[in-house]
């Protein structure tokens, strides 16, 4: 399975926005890029996904570099009930379909 | 509410006791994944099933068994628990294309 690489930590403002990178250089051209996160003693949720083409829905926008080496998810407002990890995944689009779990972002929303 | 179900929520076994982690869907999702998660570190896959009547192990097999009872019933056996078993255990399914997998709430597995 290819690997992602993703701060441990950050840390943003109530209301602001938050970029959260994610670099997977070993990518291959059938993996996409899928984020969930991990609010606290929670099983994790699913957050996006996509491919190539940059994408939105309700809870967050992911954009995707040309080369597919690296991501961001981005959060337009943060609010206090953001604060989690976040955990950018590879999945292949045929097999199995696992999902292998790195250690993730831990993100803290001050007030 | 449609969803993963998981039971029991909390768990408190002796060494070498044995006990069985229940999960049940009502999505019609093909899938079904169990996974642990020790302190502060990410989840780890036990076992899988891809579908009805088949299943694999993940990462970190050793010391659990997996029945896939029918479409909807995924459940995990600890035979002769280990205080290394002390964890928190997902449950989580997923139907085909590429949407994303529903997680349940977890149970807290404490093995003294």
């Not at chain 2, 192990?57 to 479409?71: A, H, M, T």
Request: with cysteine; aromatic share 8%; proline share 4%.
């Amino acid at each position: 399975d290819a690997k992602t690489t993703q701060p441990n930590s950050m840390e943003s403002n109530e209301e602001e926005p938050v970029h959260l990178p994610c670099n997977h250089s070993t990518i291959s051209g059938t993996d996409y890029i899928h984020w969930y996160r991990q609010l606290p003693s929670q099983g994790p949720e699913y957050v996006i996904h996509g491919l190539t083409s940059n994408v939105n829905n309700r809870m967050a926008s992911l954009a995707i570099a040309e080369d597919r080496k690296s991501s961001t998810l981005i959060l337009h407002r943060a609010t206090l009930r953001d604060a989690a990890v976040y955990y950018c995944i590879l999945r292949l689009i045929q097999g199995a379909q696992k999902l292998v779990f790195g250690q993730g972002t831990r993100l803290t929303i001050n007030p | 509410n449609a969803g993963v179900t998981q039971t029991p929520k909390f768990q408190v076994l002796k060494t070498g006791q044995s006990m069985t982690l229940q999960c049940a869907q009502d999505m019609n999702h093909n899938s079904m994944y169990w996974y642990r998660q020790d302190p502060g570190m990410g989840l780890r896959l036990i076992y899988y099933s891809a579908s009805e009547g088949t299943t694999d192990k993940g990462e970190v097999p050793n010391g659990y068994n997996v029945s896939r009872l029918n479409k909807r019933e995924f459940s995990l056996r600890l035979e002769s628990a280990a205080p290394s078993q002390t964890s928190v255990y997902f449950c989580a399914s997923m139907g085909t294309g590429l949407e994303g997998y529903t997680f349940g709430s977890g149970t807290r597995l404490t093995v003294v």
